[in-house]
């Protein structure tokens, strides 16, 4: 079993659409999750950022992180064909000091 | 956030080969900095973990000697990849965390293709 697992897609949404993505781990050590997106051939982008479990929000994205059921979620409102891109979940038991443990990362494609 | 800058972007060699890839923080000091791998349609897999002024820590499977890190300073680390081979294709990121900054996560680089034929 992967420590982190994360469906690959891809995504195919409508324009305007709400967009949940999501991974589940196993390592209850984690507390720090992170949502980057990665454009094709261009290094990850962060996005979100979220100390131990609760929710955090930021423009047309929030996080959500349920540490009970070692789950965590992002969601996209609105989405924009600019939305186009893979994007990984990223743990770490301690922090950016430390190693991140990546999710598969799914492929989302919003379309006009 | 943090800006992290990799040279080359984009790297073609003949098989048997050496070559460089620098990674530097430009606007914050990075004492520790990350070199991940990346395989088409897959995730990023951590290769090893540079120190400055100390040596690498490489993750199991990775071959120091295949892959030769130096981070001599504060803001480079350098990833040498030694007489490459076509397998060794692939897509390398690194990333450094921002001491003091506004998260404790690390900010990536653009990343270097790495092609040799």
């Known amino acids: 079993q992967k420590e982190v697992e994360q469906d690959p897609g891809p995504l195919s949404v409508p324009e305007g659409a709400i967009v949940s993505l999501n991974c589940t781990y196993s390592?209850?050590?984690?507390?720090?999750f992170m949502w980057y997106r990665q454009y094709s051939r261009k290094g990850p982008e962060l996005l979100m950022y979220?100390?131990?479990?609760g929710n955090k929000e930021d423009g047309r994205f929030t996080a959500q992180v349920d540490k009970s059921s070692k789950y965590i979620s992002l969601f996209i409102r609105d989405s924009q064909p600019s939305d186009s891109a893979t994007y990984l979940c990223?743990?770490?038991?301690?922090?950016?000091?430390?190693?991140?443990?990546f999710g598969a990362g799914t492929r989302l494609a919003v379309h006009p | 956030g943090a800006v992290v800058s990799q040279h080359p972007s984009r790297v073609i060699c003949k098989s048997g080969t050496s070559v460089k890839i620098e990674c530097r923080s430009l606007?914050?000091?990075?004492?520790?900095m990350f070199w991940y791998r990346q395989f088409p349609k897959q995730s990023l897999m951590l290769m090893a973990t540079?120190?400055?002024?100390?040596?690498?820590?490489?993750e199991q499977g990775v071959e120091k000697d295949k892959f030769l890190i130096n981070h001599a300073s504060l803001t480079l680390s350098t990833l040498t990849v030694t007489s490459a081979h076509p397998e060794d294709s692939s897509f390398y990121i690194c990333?450094?965390?921002?001491?003091?900054?506004?998260?404790?996560?690390?900010?990536f680089g653009p990343g270097t293709r790495l092609t040799v034929l």
């Open positions: 540079s120190n400055e002024g100390s040596k690498a820590t490489y």
């Open positions: 990223a743990m770490s038991e301690d922090g950016g000091y430390n190693k991140l443990i």
């Open positions: 990333s450094a965390p921002e001491r003091g900054g506004l998260t404790d996560t690390q900010y």
């Open positions: 979220t100390y131990s479990s």
């Open positions: 606007d914050f000091q990075a004492t520790t």
């Open positions: 390592n209850s050590a984690f507390q720090y």
